[in-house]
């Protein structure tokens, strides 16, 4: 059995966005030289997703859009006018927290042949909720 | 250490449906010979879930209902009335891209004696959001 | 190859809480003797979650609402007014099936120098929707 870890950086100057990390995944499946197993893929941060969709800018406006709806940022404390008391902490980023829920932590991907094995359109993003910092993805490879 | 890979196919006529693929899961793991283990289910398509919930219609038909409500079919390409962007890509399935990130992509669940180790109601769907064509399910185990 | 496998039981009194099983999944990580590989832990039941987020009250409390004003709860049977078909079964708790779609069935977690390799404020939480019972979550060890 193999396993295989790393930590990728990330430094995102807006508050959100969605970058791919996949090249990176395929590389360190690569590097572990495992053929047959699992690689897991998670945000390290709680104001972060990694997920699977779709590469397409229009797709990823919509997604931005659409959780602002479900979720909006205010920076407020007061529920009843739209804020949230996690903001009392000093904190402004309670709906990065809600967001990431939506969209989840962490993908598992089969590794077949010692490749990703995904479907056609199947494509590895982070989604940074609560940028403007460096914060880290890890990727670990499991298999034989 | 042993792996076993399988892809299941399913062609939903309709454009939404809920299917059980619980028999398929369980046959893989029995015949991949793993006792104990994990075995990670896959959409291997971006308008798709896996997800473990109840094996009830009633409830079947509310999360139709919600997920309508929570994000609405819209071939449109417009957002401020209603439409999508992705849509400009000359698709009509934005939704199903939202759909899925709310019901998830994947399952991961453990292998104990050689079973598969689930609560008392647990049962593994696929739900498919944008079907009328064939669409693959990823089936991996991974364990000894 | 190792694994290592426990059911934790928790019986919470209210329909609704959080709670932390951040040091059971700890302890069983040590127990296993695991350095390097995976961690599933996964709610055994479909009316409950297992998360991680922040370990802030003030959060849990935004979460409590933001899931009510999506997903309500309803005894009712008829949609039209709020209620749900799953409701016709005889039980109370559709909203509690949904509200654990947005949260999620489970995690998987790395583990690195028999270790859960983890970011600075990751934290593993159970969330139950539908309680006053005993339920089970199952916590799943695989690596070497």
């Known amino acids: 059995m193999k396993t295989q870890t790393e930590e ?8 959100r966005a969605i970058v791919s990390i996949h090249n990176d995944v395929e590389r360190i499946v690569s590097e572990s030289g495992v053929q047959d197993g699992m690689v897991l893929v998670n945000a390290m941060h709680i104001t972060a997703s990694v997920f699977i969709n779709d590469y397409e800018s229009g ?8 959780l602002e709806e479900l979720v909006p940022f205010n920076p407020g404390t007061d529920p009843t006018s739209g804020g949230y008391l996690h903001n009392r902490t000093g904190e402004d980023n309670a709906d990065a927290h809600h967001k990431r829920q939506i969209m989840g932590r962490e993908v598992v991907v ?3 042949d010692g490749q990703l094995h995904l479907g056609p359109w199947e494509h590895i993003f982070y989604y940074e ?10 990727v670990k490879v499991i298999g034989h």
Do not use: S
């Open 59 to 66: 797709l990823h406006a919509d997604y931005e859009r659409w």
């Open 129 to 138: 909720f609560d940028g403007r910092r460096r914060k880290r993805i890890l």
């Open 8 to 15: 990728l950086w990330v430094d995102i100057p807006e508050r």
């Open 110 to 112: 089969a590794i077949t």
